[in-house]
């Protein structure tokens, strides 16, 4: 075994968007866990205007330790992403290719890096890479897409309205008519509560709304679920598997931005979840059904909310689907890998499965390719005939 070459695994991390702090402390955390006997770490650091970044081990953040100040530092050796099988990353300046990646971590969260866009572009190079593809991330991302097919399958989720631009937003006493108040408001795609808001009054409302329109140009508008926030971890392709459930209890308003990332005790989380039993089968059923009905392979944490009053939406003790996160956090008091560890997947086997899900993946995608490529040999060669 040891004369075996290491896997080569490229994390990428840091981003374009709002949530470019987060991915740096997920980083990290992927970084600690990965077993350095098995692979061999590549370091690409997304700068926030986008650029890559190859990136020290020893000293790829500053002020790692502290979620307030931590920052990507980067190296002087900029990186290109090359289209086509053969060349993968090259050194921007020196022109010249770094030794080929045999697997991609993307551990970016949000718009361009959790949205498709990434995957799309490590699609174009061949890599293999970890977590779900094009259209599961790109469908992941945008919680009004994501909702209409949850709707059409069936599954519940909170009664909203899209809103295309800002001024086409409704009044607030035609939005609380339809949906109560308070109101949540939220960019259709970002994460970690950047720009969700709750809005109990018109002066809130108004000030939400142009919180969320700061960060797109979709927001949603949704009814206020009264109930208990239980996440479940989904790994697998094909025969997902869902982990036990978590539970999540914010000790602010509800779990904003500052709940999550900055407060230390900003929100308790229970691994596992207090369920009963039935309870805890219906969840993990349904996180599978949510994430084969978006498309999902790989890894993503389906988040609930188990209702804990009966009002005219919904009975109490009904599960309603919040959201999808097909990069969940990998931060220091992240759900994900927790909830895998109470499972019995210890986090450093959590990265081997991640990393030969998303090998299996790219193989079962390159052999469908070449069986379609033969195919159109076929028709050109008839068409000659
Ligand atoms: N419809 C809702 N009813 C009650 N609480 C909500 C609702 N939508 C969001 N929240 C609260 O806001 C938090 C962040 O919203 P969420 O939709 O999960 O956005 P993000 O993708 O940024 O995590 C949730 O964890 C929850 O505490
Ligand atoms: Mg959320």
């Known amino acids: 075994m040891a004369a075996e070459r290491r896997i080569r695994v490229g994390v990428l991390f840091g981003g374009e968007s709002a949530e470019h702090e987060v991915s740096l402390q997920s980083a990290k955390n992927v970084v600690d866990a990965i077993d350095p006997e098995r692979y061999e770490v590549v370091l690409i650091g997304i700068d926030r205007k986008g650029a890559w970044h190859l990136a020290d081990a020893a000293r790829f953040l500053a002020s790692a330790s502290d979620p307030r100040r931590i920052e990507l530092r ?28 045999d697997v991609v971590f993307p551990v970016l969260h949000g ?23 094009v259209l599961g991330s790109a469908v992941g991302m945008d919680k009004d ?10 599954i519940a989720v909170a009664p909203f309205i899209t809103v295309g631009r800002r001024d086409g937003a409704p009044a607030w006493s035609v939005a609380s008519a339809e949906l109560g108040s308070p109101v949540f408001v939220k960019p259709a795609n970002m994460g970690s509560s950047v720009g969700v808001s709750k809005a109990a009054n018109e002066l809130e409302y108004e000030a939400a709304l142009d919180g969320a329109f700061s960060f797109d140009s979709k927001v949603l508008l949704e009814r206020s679920v009264t109930g208990r926030e239980i996440e479940c971890s989904v790994l697998g392709n094909e025969a997902p598997e869902a982990s036990l459930p978590g539970e999540v209890a914010p000790r602010h308003d509800f779990y904003s931005y500052e709940a999550k990332y900055l407060d230390d005790v900003g ?27 978006l498309c ?16 005219e939406a919904f009975d109490e003790g009904e599960l309603v689907v919040n959201e999808i996160n097909t990069i969940p956090g990998f931060t220091r008091i992240s759900m994900y890998p927790k909830l895998w560890e109470a499972t019995g997947l210890s986090y450093p086997d959590l990265i081997d499965r991640l990393i030969s899900l ?28």
Do not use: Y
């Open 74 to 101: 980067t190296a002087a050796t900029d990186l290109a992403l090359a289209p086509g099988k053969s060349a993968d990353l090259v050194e921007r300046e020196a022109g010249s290719a770094l030794p080929p990646l």
């Open 111 to 133: 718009p361009m890096g959790e949205d498709g866009t990434v995957q799309g572009l490590l699609r174009l190079a061949h890599l293999p890479f970890v977590g779900p593809g």
């Open 145 to 154: 897409v994501a909702k209409r097919l949850l709707r059409d399958a069936g």
């Open 358 to 385: 998303a090998l299996e993946r790219a193989g079962r995608e390159a052999r469908l390719a070449s069986a379609i490529d033969l195919e159109s040999a076929d028709v050109a060669a008839g068409e000659g005939a």
């Open 296 to 311: 999902c392979e790989g890894m993503a944490r389906v988040d609930f909310f188990l209702t804990t009053v009966a009002d």
């Open 267 to 293: 929100a308790d989380l229970m691994v596992p979840a207090d369920l009963d039993e039935a309870t805890a089968r219906r969840v993990r059923e349904l996180s599978v059904r949510v994430f084969q009905t």
